[in-house]
């Protein structure tokens, strides 16, 4: 069910950009207002969501380890998987960040041959997330060339190095191949494997097919279709010095490419996707594990009326004794006599 109402959200997507790219009174409004739109929602859902994380207090330390913690000098500990330190927090962040450290030691848990358990060797889901944000941030700074003039000479560097496998005109990027290659393993995975699958909601699946959808119509913009890059950068320039202009004869393919790209800023700050921000400000993550060198206190906490088993004794040792009940202190023989 996830699935199809996905596939459906996106393919009307689609359509509607079609449709709007091709009636020429739309281009304006298909090729600028959207456009800024989604980056008005973008910055705002961002910095919405930041703020309202950065407020939450976290009283207590709750990361997750994965490693010994550090109590006896003579017994090691994990470093960067029990943290203690803020240097050792920060170098476990970026490890969590660059490499996707706690996804790497992601081990795979069945039965197997009766009731024997068994745990295996899972580094695909690893390596295909790895493949896709880094191929992504490429793609992204390749980008770059149509929002400066002159470009960037390290876009320049990048285009060449991820180009270098030239085949035919214009040459393939690599990363266009990785990028598709992995989102398309992350969306079989969701389909193929049982548990997964049932855990999978449409907002696990509309970024995916979302993202297939603007790496396709990106991809036949570039391989196919011919788009002139010169009107692309001038439609650009023009978003970015707030002076709009809509050159003529982009193409259709274009401007389905920009509405799916203005729906995923969108929605990026609204949906799981926003993990790329949230996990800098996870407690799970980003706190050490020092709950026992430091005590740390509930703020929430307020003042209330205690009343210390002492009292409690005083109060009921004479039915506490009745019955059988084991107390601290004895009734005085005065008061369990009742003589003077």
Do not use: C
Not at 83 to 97: D, S
């Amino acid at each position: 069910m996830g699935i199809r109402f996905s596939l459906a959200a996106v393919v009307a997507l689609v359509l509607v950009s079609f449709l709007g790219g091709r009636a020429a009174g739309l281009n304006h409004f298909f090729g600028v207002t959207l456009p800024y739109i989604a980056i008005l929602a973008f910055l705002g859902g961002v910095v919405f969501r930041t703020l309202r994380w950065a407020r939450s207090p976290v009283p207590f330390r709750i990361p997750t380890t994965a490693g010994q913690q550090k109590s006896l000098s003579w017994i090691p500990y994990s470093r960067f998987d029990n943290p203690v330190t803020k240097a050792q927090t920060v170098g476990r962040m970026i490890l969590e960040v660059l490499l996707f450290r706690s996804l790497f030691r992601n081990t795979k848990f069945e039965m197997q041959k009766g009731a024997k358990f068994y745990y295996q060797w899972e580094k695909w889901l690893w390596l295909a997330g790895l493949a896709f944000h880094y191929s992504f941030l490429v793609i992204l700074i390749r980008h770059l060339r149509f929002f400066t003039e002159p470009t960037l000479f390290f876009v320049h560097d990048i285009e060449r190095l991820d180009g270098f496998w030239q085949v035919g005109l214009p040459g393939i990027y690599m990363t266009d191949l990785i990028f598709m290659l992995a989102v398309t393993y992350l969306l079989i995975r969701r389909l193929i494997i049982p548990q997964v699958r049932y855990i999978s909601l449409p907002q696990d699946f509309f970024p995916l097919l979302l993202i297939i959808a603007i790496g396709t119509t990106g991809i036949l913009t570039r391989y196919f279709t011919k788009v002139d890059l010169i009107k692309v950068k001038q439609l650009v320039m023009g978003l970015i010095s707030f002076k709009p202009v809509v050159p003529e004869g982009i193409g259709v393919v274009f401007y389905i490419h920009l509405f799916l790209v203005s729906v995923l800023f969108a929605y990026f700050p609204f949906s799981k996707l926003m993990h790329a921000g949230g996990v800098l400000l996870s407690p799970t993550r980003n706190v050490p594990n020092d709950s026992r060198i430091r005590r740390h206190i509930n703020p929430w906490d307020y003042p209330v009326k205690v009343h210390t088993y002492a009292q409690y004794e005083d109060h009921f040792r004479e039915k506490m004794i009745e019955a059988g009940l084991p107390v601290d202190k004895e009734l005085d023989e005065a008061a369990v006599t009742g003589k003077d």
